[in-house]
């Protein structure tokens, strides 16, 4: 009987601490439950305006301006449907990072998706031609539910 | 290959001020210095009531660049180091109360060892005054009013090729300026001030979108000694305030922009016909700034009554 008690205890507070805070629209987040599906590391989770999906971002290199020669930042995006689940189908990922307090993109160089590999998407190519405030815009279909975007705030300081 | 038409696209420029500037040397004509008429604004080339034409060759150095973002802070962009523009201005009289001027800026932008240069945006610029100075009442003084528009085709950084961006020289925006100018010149001490507006026409269709710059407003104010037709030393400040950039429609918040400058000019006349001028422009670090490249400026001149 109290092994029983004890039992729903520890259920219980489990379940309200994996069950809170998910409101936020980019959160940080561990190595996904299904690792073995995806290569990427933790980062922030980026959702989708549309909720279509969400995807975890981790950065390979950077985020970094660079300050003598300009530095190449590299990620990885790890994809999760409607329901949460690993995607199994992504297609048409484009990246664009841009300043919004000048208007301007990242130049000549543009961010390059190299690669999709079941939910994840390898992103290259990105450069950051100076300090300040920039937003990245990543837009994909994810299990055929159309195209949506999600905006990600970066703040580069070096 | 590559080395001849990088002399070829050098020495043509070159070539043509040294023509300009001996020609300027050569020609002789009565005019006037008080190079004071509408120094409060914002043009390169100012004619004065009597002269009829007139051409202008300047040559400035802008350098020292510091990012300043949308919060105020100090940040690090990675483009020129330093750019160097020549500035050539002609001006014809329409009536004896107005005159056009059309200017254009070749420009140097240089990083290390690396530099790039083309023409930038050229500019037709409009004057009328309505209240001219008088010897019967010295404290009246010049009014003038300002409309100009400059063109947006020369490459921006909305199309640029180059990672360090040397080839930007333009907006990418058209813009329209109107204004007004105050001047007063007839004393020994002279003040003036000048306020202008100045709105894109249309936008840019870039990567990311449909983007336009905010109106912007810029008000100059001058003071200064001057000996006679002699020459003069003015001082003055300058603040820009843009209003928010918009993306397809909707405007971009922190985009606004603030900029406040100091300039001290020395004008001496060479000539009967002839003025230099010495102007030097910096950032006022202790006044607030926003999305803005602080730098510093030193520009010669030489202007002469044809």
């Known amino acids: ?158 | 290959m590559k080395q001849q038409l990088r002399f070829t696209s050098e020495i043509g420029p070159r070539c043509f001020c040294i023509l300009l500037v001996t020609y300027l040397s050569l020609f002789n004509s009565s005019v006037y210095a008080c190079a004071s008429c509408g120094s409060g604004g914002d043009d390169p080339l100012i004619l004065f009531p009597w002269e009829t034409w007139k051409a202008h060759l300047g040559f400035a150095r802008v350098s020292d660049f510091e990012l300043i973002d949308q919060k105020g802070e100090t940040g690090y962009e990675f483009g020129p180091e330093s750019r160097n523009t020549t500035i050539v201005s002609f001006g014809r009289a329409i009536t004896n109360r107005s005159f056009v001027t059309l200017t254009a800026p070749y420009i140097v932008n240089q990083r290390r060892e690396r530099q790039m240069s083309g023409w930038g945006d050229p500019m037709v610029a409009v004057r009328y005054t309505m209240l001219q100075q008088s010897l019967e009442n010295e404290s009246i003084p010049q009014v003038q009013f300002i409309a100009s528009y400059r063109t947006g085709d020369a490459v921006s950084v909305y199309e640029t090729a180059d990672p360090a961006r040397l080839d930007v020289r333009g907006s990418g925006v058209p813009e329209a300026r109107v204004g007004i100018d105050l001047w007063s010149a007839m004393k020994s001490i002279k003040y003036g001030a000048a306020q202008t507006v100045t709105t894109p026409v249309g936008s840019k269709d870039s990567e990311i979108g449909d983007v336009k710059p905010g109106v912007a407003f810029r008000t100059t104010l001058t003071t200064g000694y001057g000996w006679g037709d002699q020459g003069k030393v003015l001082c003055g400040v300058n603040r820009e305030y843009s209003f928010k950039k918009s993306l397809n429609g909707q405007p971009l918040e922190d985009s606004e922009m603030l900029a406040h400058t100091a300039f001290l000019s020395a004008d001496a006349m060479v000539q009967r016909n002839t003025n230099v001028r010495f102007t030097f422009a910096k950032s006022l670090g202790l006044l607030d700034h926003r999305n803005v490249s602080k730098s510093q400026t030193l520009t010669m001149a030489v202007q002469r009554s044809l």
């Open chain 1, 1 to 158: 009987m109290k092994l029983t008690r004890l039992f729903a205890i520890v259920f219980t507070l489990g379940a309200f601490y994996t069950g809170c805070g998910r409101n936020d629209s980019v959160k940080n987040e561990g190595p996904s439950a299904d690792a073995g599906s995806s290569v990427c590391g933790s980062g922030e989770v980026a959702f989708a305006k549309g909720k279509t999906w969400s995807a975890k971002i981790h950065w390979n290199a950077g985020p970094k301006m660079g300050l003598e020669d300009l530095l190449e930042n590299r990620f990885c995006l790890t994809f999760k449907n409607s329901g949460e689940n690993l995607s199994s189908s992504v297609k048409n990922v484009t990246v664009i990072a841009h300043m919004p307090a000048h208007g301007h993109d990242t130049g000549r160089e543009k961010p390059m998706v190299d690669s999709i590999k079941g939910p994840d998407a390898f992103v290259s190519n990105l450069y950051f031609i100076m300090t300040g405030y920039w937003e990245m815009i990543i837009t994909a279909d994810v299990d055929g539910a159309g195209l949506d975007e999600a905006r990600v705030g970066i703040d580069i300081r070096d």
